[in-house]
C-alpha cells in the first residue's frame, strides 16, 4: 500500500515486469549458455551470440562463468549423494530451496575445484572484465535507479536478483525433491517451474540425457531454452554439438 501513496502506480506495475523480464532474461541466458553450452557443452553458440550472454550474466546475475560451470559439472559427478554440492537429500531440501547461493558460493570459493572442473574452459580478456563480479550488478542497479529513483529502481534491481535466486533454488531443491518423472534417477520434472526458468525445471530428463541440448521429451513440456537455440540455429548463430561427456 506505501508503494502505491509513495510512486504512481503505473511506475510500480513497470518496475514489477522490468523484474520479472530481466529475472526471465538472466534465466535464460544461464540455461543456453552457462548449462547447455559452457557446463555441457551441448550447443555450440556464434562469439557475437556468446558474447551477449556473458554480458547479459554479468550484469542480472554476477556469476562468474568458469566457476558455474564447475560447480554444475561436480552436481552431475555426485548428483544427490555425498559430494554434491546442493543436492537437497544431503543438505536437507530447505536449506537448499532458501540457501542456496550459500552453498553455490562456498563451493565456488574452492580455486582446487574450479580447475579440476572447468580444464577445457579458456579464460581471455572479456573474462578478466566479467569475473569482476559485483561491478556488473552495480551497473545493473544504477541503470534501474536511473530509470525509476533511488528507492524504487534500488528495489526492483534487487528484486531481479531475488528472483533469480529463487528460480535457481528451486531447480536444486524444488525440482530433486518434487514433481514428475519420465526417468529412473534422483531429479524431478516441474511443468510450471519449467515454464518460468526456460526448461530448467524438467530436470529429471536433463540428468538422463545431460548431454542434450533439448531438456522437454513429452509434446506438452515446454522449454523455452531449446526454442531459442533453435532460432539461434535458424540464424546460423548456434550449432548442436553434442555432449563428450564433460559433465
Known amino acids: 500500500m506505501l508503494n502505491w501513496i509513495l510512486f504512481d502506480g503505473r511506475e510500480v ?3 514489477l515486469l522490468g523484474v520479472f523480464l530481466c529475472a526471465q532474461v538472466g534465466t535464460l541466458a544461464t540455461t543456453v549458455y552457462l548449462h547447455r553450452g ?38 552431475h559427478r555426485f548428483a544427490d549423494t555425498e559430494g554434491d554440492p546442493h543436492s537437497p537429500y544431503v543438505h536437507g531440501f530447505w536449506q537448499i530451496q532458501l540457501l542456496n547461493l550459500h552453498y553455490y558460493r562456498r563451493e565456488a570459493a ?12 579458456g579464460y581471455d580478456a572479456w573474462d578478466r572484465l566479467f569475473d569482476k563480479t559485483t561491478l556488473g550488478p552495480i551497473l545493473f542497479v544504477l541503470t534501474w535507479i536511473a530509470v525509476f529513483g533511488p528507492l524504487l ?12 535466486i529463487f528460480l535457481n533454488a528451486s531447480i536444486n531443491g524444488a525440482a530433486h525433491w518434487i514433481g514428475y518423472q519420465n526417468f529412473s534417477n534422483t531429479a524431478r520434472n516441474l511443468w510450471l517451474l519449467a515454464l518460468l526458468t526456460a526448461g530448467e525445471g524438467l530436470h ?28 539461434l540455429r535458424a540464424l546460423k548463430l548456434a550449432r548442436v554439438a553434442p555432449s563428450a561427456g564433460l559433465a
Open 153 to 164: 529502481g534500488t528495489a526492483a534491481g534487487f528484486g531481479s536478483f531475488g528472483l533469480y
Open 204 to 231: 529429471n530428463n536433463h540428468h538422463e540425457y545431460p548431454g542434450s541440448s533439448r531438456f522437454s521429451q513429452k509434446w506438452w513440456e515446454i522449454d523455452l531454452g531449446w526454442w531459442t537455440i533453435s532460432l
Open 38 to 75: 559452457l557446463a555441457h557443452r551441448s550447443v555450440e553458440l556464434h562469439p557475437m551470440a556468446r558474447w551477449l550472454m556473458r554480458l547479459t550474466i554479468w550484469l542480472t546475475t554476477g556469476i562468474a562463468p568458469r566457476e558455474w560451470a564447475a560447480v554444475h559439472r561436480k552436481h
Open 110 to 121: 574452492d580455486a582446487a575445484m574450479v580447475k579440476r572442473y572447468s580444464r577445457d574452459i
Open 13 to 15: 506495475l513497470w518496475a
